[in-house]
């Protein structure tokens, strides 16, 4: 990418606080998560203010732009040649900016560079993970990942299929000040990438989606009939590309599960025993495979034009159905060479699920009911990925609305008691059918405040995990 002095706008994002205020407006949105949070416009007409709103919030600028500064943003894609959005778009998290094209008109489409919310999750597992030296980021997307690596590594390779990727990493280094560290490399990394030497640092948070093989599904997410396709494929290549005596493999994967854990925990034994590594692997959230299923049906609809929404969700529920796991779980994992090849899980997901039966406490605790809707209030500003894509705020309230009849629900089932699932479907019945798709993010809420209700002391539950 050609710009004339890059520096300029780096560092003029830097004295305007840009990051900072993209943190400030996660916070006030209170979607620790949220890769691009919501926010009003800033008022004022200094350059940080005409940043913020271009770059951020895609608004054409009320006034005319700084003459000197406009070229340099059109040259980097930033704006177009008279101020206004051009083809990327600009976040921040923990202190690293990213680009993503802009995209479609009124956002009704997503552009072909992703950042999610695993995005953000996997910037502060590579953070913790402290990698240093020669490092690879393999499906680098935005670059966000990337330049978190080139914080302390000297020598870093974003590689990715899809050339806008590429493209973005490329920007998102310069923007950050680190394209003297970070190189995009475009093309198949399984098929056609090579180290000159061994690495000490692979890091991926590959596709991961199951999509059923009849099934039309952007690349971007497509992980193969179970969704593990891709991280199979790298744990099979890991050991022959990392360095054996200071070799670190950091990835964030999706995958269903059970009680023992994720599906992919056999493959990642495996790699431990062949490469001597001692893995830890962290789940940090867990839904059901339904809720997965609206996920992937609600993405795949622009894709399969021919299929009405009741038909794709029964298709991918069909094919979810095949593999008789109750669970689908958020992973980070860190592995690091000169083990034993010991595998540690753990999971921090909580203790109920929607399949427990849960019953109405005999006695319970004065002020129970307070107790458990602000225990609910303090654990929904931290919900599962990809919660935000299918649910909304009005899916987070309502088992606050409807406590009543949550409760009322509960004590009519008597001793037999009601799964989460069913108490669920009852208590939002109209919301169940009015959207199936959508109502299926109250699965989510329902499960969450069924926990916050069993803490508090008013519902007892088995653990069918």
Known sequence: MTAPD???????????????????????????????????????HDAGAALWNVLHLGLRPDHRPDPALVPRLAALGLTDGTGAPGRWEVTAFRGLLAARDRPGAARAGAGDVYIGEDSLRFVDTILRARPTGRALDVGCGSGITTCALALGCAEVTGADLQRSCVEATTLSAVLNGLDDRVRAWHGDFFRDYTPDAPLNCVVANLPYVPVPPALRYSPAGDGGPDGLDLNRRLLRRAADLLDPRDGLLVTRFQSLGD???PLLLPDIEAFAKEAGHDVTVVADGRTVPEVRAALTALHALRHNP?????????????????????????CGMISRSGGTGVVTFTDLSGALTLDDTLTAARDAPSG???????????RALDLPDGFWELGT??????????????LGTLAEAGA?????????AEV??????????????????????????????????????
Not at 369 to 377: E, F
Not at 393 to 406: C, I
């Open 259 to 261: 009680a023992s854990g």
């Open 393 to 406: 705020a009005d899916d987070v309230a309502a088992p606050e609305r409807r406590l009543p009849a949550l």
């Open 306 to 330: 021919g299929l009405t929404a009741g038909d794709m969700l029964a298709a991918v529920d069909a094919h979810m159905r095949r593999f008789e796991q109750p669970h689908y779980f958020a």
């Open 428 to 465: 939002f019945a109209d919301r169940f059918t009015a959207d199936p798709i959508r109502a299926r993010a109250l699965f989510v809420t329902t499960e969450l405040m069924a926990g916050c209700l069993a803490d508090a002391g008013l519902v007892e539950g088995g653990t069918a995990r």
């Open 368 to 378: 129970a009911s307070g107790a458990a809707l602000r225990l609910y209030r303090g």
């Open 416 to 424: 037999a008691g009601v799964t989460g699932r069913d108490l669920a």
């Open 6 to 44: 890059p520096g300029t706008v780096t560092d003029l994002l830097r004295r305007t606080a840009f990051a900072d205020r993209v943190e400030h407006a996660r916070r006030r949105s209170e979607l620790p998560w949220e890769p691009w949070p919501p926010a009003a416009a800033a008022p004022s």
